[in-house]
């Protein structure tokens, strides 16, 4: 049940960040919410199978703050390389040198 409940935490926090940070119109709607989703489960898995408690406090903020951290960046990241792709993508269509597709 607590692994539920932190994958939702992390899903709150994906929409957080999505909905907080200027990227959002770089990357899907669900992509940053699934990213904490997957980290939180992913991270609270890992630190209960080294021994935390999952009725003690600590796995619960190292989890969260662990899912924060790599949200925001996941963001941050996704947003700048998919703005240079796009501007390279647009400079090509500009200069009328598209590839064909093969």
Do not use: C, Q
Not at 71 to 84: F, N, Q, S, T, Y
């Amino acid at each position: 049940m607590e692994l539920l409940f932190i994958t939702l935490g992390g899903i709150i926090l994906g929409l957080g960040a999505r909905y907080l940070l200027p990227n959002r119109d770089r990357h899907g709607v669900i992509l940053i919410p699934a990213i904490g989703a997957a980290v939180s489960a992913v991270v609270w898995v890992a630190l209960t199978w080294l021994g935390w408690a999952w009725d003690g406090g600590w796995i619960w903020v190292v989890s969260l703050v662990v899912t924060a951290v790599v949200v925001v960046v996941a963001d941050i990241l996704i947003g700048r390389m998919r703005k240079e792709h796009d501007a390279e993508r647009l400079e090509l269509l500009l200069s009328g040198r598209v590839p064909l597709p093969e």
